[in-house]
């Protein structure tokens, strides 16, 4: 299955994936203006859209604690699915780790945020890792 490549231009295609509800509309509004953005709060939804509708996200921001799927099972679903496009991952996180969260954190190379940050702190991280 071809999962889809990066875009090269400046507006990036952005899935926020976070259980909280009002955390996705902050950040989707947010981050809108710059980039097309689209947000769930279903891990199953978000695999969903990139394995079955072929949705071409070039991040994809994650909480790494969820109730439906943790974002660690999550990116293990994306990386047997769609292999690489786990690599676009970028995990948030609440501070709140179980010790497989802290294993998991030390053996993957993606890039993380600890909530609360500021919006331009993600900016930040698109403008200088994306592009």
Do not use: W
């Not at 989707?28 to 072929?54: F, N, Q, W, Y």
Request: glycine content about 6%.
């Amino acid at each position: 299955m071809r999962c889809g490549s990066t875009r090269k231009d400046q507006r990036l295609k952005i899935l926020v994936l976070d259980d909280e509800k009002l955390f996705v509309d902050a950040m989707g509004g947010g981050l809108a203006a710059a980039h097309e953005v689209m947000t769930t709060t279903s891990p199953l939804e978000a695999l969903a859209m990139i394995v079955r509708d072929k949705i071409d996200f070039d991040v994809i921001m994650c909480d790494l604690m969820m109730a439906e799927m943790s974002g660690m099972d999550f990116y293990e679903d994306l990386r047997r699915q769609c292999p690489g496009f786990e690599s676009r991952i970028i995990f948030m996180t609440g501070g709140v780790f179980t010790e497989r969260a802290r294993v998991f954190l030390e053996t993957v190379p993606n890039l993380r945020l600890a909530k609360p940050f500021k919006l331009s702190e993600i900016r930040s991280i698109l403008q200088t890792n994306l592009h």
